[in-house]
């Protein structure tokens, strides 16, 4: 199938696909848009049903990172890097996925700093310390290498931040933002969903937690938390959803039915349609736009890396997410719009701006 069959109506500047038959892997780098800067965007690296679907995924993330560096007041544009893996990672031996890692290198590096990638879902700081053996167009290198490491503590202090800006636009808790004795349901407790959840359980929650790995539950139920099936987690009732595994957790369907009254989290494309927002929005349920609320990540890499701010500034910078929600809140108030709608034209001014 041809490239314009896979994406008939994207926006995006440029997509490419390539095909190593050594390692049996697609690699797909899709560029949405240079308006802001050179384009950014992690390497996710998984199983796909189909090389279609991988670039699909790519392409769809790609506009994502568009409007999330426009809406974080980033001075990049959106990109994606997608492996289609022959087998899952850990299946992988050493050699096998140290030679994906050295092609997609040479992908990027075609791209001579249009494109710079960093980690993402199957994809880690040591990864990208391998890219930089080929490309210096890879962020978030590993600190023992020089590098500014994972951006996954800024993600999730911004996905909290993000949270605690939810909660108080409700009308929960305390007024201001503080999740004392609310129930927080977490989805998906890797490197980020972990980290948000110790945060709330900090911050006194009452937390429950979902992940299709019982390994991390059972950490988590060490430190108090319960346990939800996965497939519960959009039935059980409580005051916060985090969603913090991969997108497309709320379709108009499920939003029908939600019992929360928050919805702010990590994972991309939450929403699996158009009119989830709506949905949520008529029921009177806050949800915090995930490209504004998971900006925290590349707010970590971009400022670490191209503006040579410090981590105090990283950490600054990462709790203005919560300003950023504030404005979209009261502009989908003021307009009688979605907060979908709302932090859309946020990053729409922005890049009308910058053109």
């Known amino acids: 199938m ?36 050179p384009a950014s965007g992690g390497t996710r690296a998984m199983v796909y049903p189909s090389v279609g ?17 426009a809406a974080a007041g980033l001075p990049m544009g959106g990109g994606k890097s997608v492996i289609a893996l022959p087998a899952p990672r850990a299946a992988l031996d050493g050699a096998h996925w140290r030679r994906i890692l050295q092609v997609h290198a040479a992908n990027v590096q ?19 310390d391998v890219l930089r053996e080929t490309t210096p167009f890879a962020f978030g290198r590993s600190t023992a290498t020089g590098g500014p490491g994972s951006g996954a503590p800024a993600t999730a202090l911004g996905v909290f931040t993000a949270v605690r800006a939810a909660v108080a636009e409700a009308g929960l808790g305390d007024g201001n933002g ?36 019982p390994e991390r539950c059972t950490a988590a139920a060490a430190r108090g938390a319960r346990i939800v099936s996965p497939t519960e987690v959009t039935r059980t009732r409580c005051d916060v959803v985090v969603p913090c595994a991969t997108g497309g957790l709320l379709d108009a ?96 001014r922005r890049l009308t701006h910058a053109a």
């Open 53 to 69: 679907d991988a670039v699909s995924d790519a392409t769809r993330l790609a506009a994502a990172m568009t409007t999330k560096m």
């Open 110 to 128: 075609e791209f001579d700093g249009t494109y710079t990638t960093g980690p993402d879902i199957g994809t880690d700081s040591a990864d990208m």
């Open 253 to 348: 369907r499920v939003a029908r039915t939600l019992p929360c009254a928050v919805v702010a989290g990590a994972a991309n494309n939450q929403l699996a349609d158009a009119d989830a927002a709506l949905v949520l929005a008529r029921r009177g349920i806050v949800y915090a736009p995930d490209f504004v609320a998971n900006a925290g990540g590349a707010i970590h890499l971009v400022g670490r890396e191209v503006l040579g701010w410090t981590e105090g500034q990283v950490t600054r910078r990462t709790l203005q997410i919560g300003r950023t929600l504030q404005w979209v809140f009261a502009d989908a108030r003021t307009h009688g719009i979605t907060t979908e709608q709302a932090a859309h034209d946020l990053a729409a």
């Open 178 to 213: 503080g999740v004392a004795g609310l129930r927080v349901l977490v989805q998906g407790l890797g490197a980020v969903g972990a980290r948000v959840a110790e945060l709330a359980a900090e911050a006194c929650a009452e937390l429950l937690v979902a992940d299709v790995d």
């Open 2 to 37: 041809g490239i314009a069959m896979m994406v008939p109506s994207w926006d995006g500047e440029l997509c490419t696909v390539r095909f190593d038959r050594e390692t049996g892997a697609w690699f797909v780098i899709a560029v949405h848009s240079t308006r802001l800067g």
